[in-house]
């Protein structure tokens, strides 16, 4: 890898950046100041500073973002803000893109990553990877509904659910529910509680796999998490 490549992929510094730092000494590579941008270097092997300091090379990028409202899971849009918008300078790289999708008017976890390989595995179908829901539903959910989620229910379109589940996690006139699923059809969680009659109200995504989303992450707010917080997703 190009030197300068190095800097700008780990979001440290521009290639245009780059050159100057050198010129004032600032980058070192094995002890070494005498180095030039398109100097060739392994970064799993060689000691990089920067201002002294040792440069860890991260070769893929992990952010648990608390999607709100009205924003897409989308690398661009024209009309909405995307997933990508919510992500601080300081995060950013690019390649990033969102593992996963939720719709425009559900909020909670996703996952946004440069780590094309990861992502397939989270994404297979035949992993079967468990998302968890907190849903608000505008109907009294009986023991039925519940046993038909766990039975694997047919939509009205045809289509065949996987067996799910759903508890009961606050009893009002608009109860609700967390619901877990092993596959993530178009829309699935509202063309299911349409099946039984009725609407969903709000939809929040809680767990991917292993992975929960932290609580006290804002709506909107993003943390970077480590590899090994994301291998929970399988």
Do not use: W
Request: hydrophobic share 40%; net charge positive; glycine share 6%.
């Amino acid at each position: 890898m190009r030197l300068d490549k190095f800097f700008s992929s780990q979001n440290l510094v521009s290639r245009k950046q780059i050159k100057s730092l050198l010129k004032q000494k600032a980058i070192a590579v094995n002890g070494s100041t005498d180095c030039k941008p398109e100097q060739k270097i392994d970064p799993q092997k060689d000691c990089i500073t920067l201002f002294g300091k040792i440069v860890q090379y991260q070769e893929y990028i992990y952010i648990m973002l608390n999607k709100p409202q009205g924003v897409v899971s989308a690398t661009n849009d024209r009309t909405h803000r995307t997933v990508l918008d919510l992500v601080p300078k300081e995060l950013y790289r690019p390649g990033l893109f969102p593992a996963g999708r939720l719709d425009k008017d559900t909020t909670g976890l996703v996952l946004l990553t440069d780590d094309g390989e990861l992502a397939h595995r989270i994404l297979s179908p035949k992993n079967h990877v468990e998302k968890a829901y907190l849903a608000r539903i505008d109907k009294e959910i009986t023991q039925m509904d519940m046993m038909q989620f766990e039975q694997g229910m047919t939509l009205k379109d045809g289509f065949v659910c996987m067996p799910a589940q759903m508890r009961v996690v606050e009893l009002c006139d608009n109860p609700l529910v967390e619901i877990i699923l092993k596959e993530g059809k178009y829309h699935q969680i509202k063309r299911m509680v349409a099946a039984l009659g009725g609407k969903v109200l709000s939809l929040k995504r809680i767990r991917m796999g292993g992975l929960t989303l932290d609580p006290q992450l804002e709506e909107g707010a993003c943390k970077k998490i480590l590899h090994k917080d994301v291998e929970k997703f399988l």
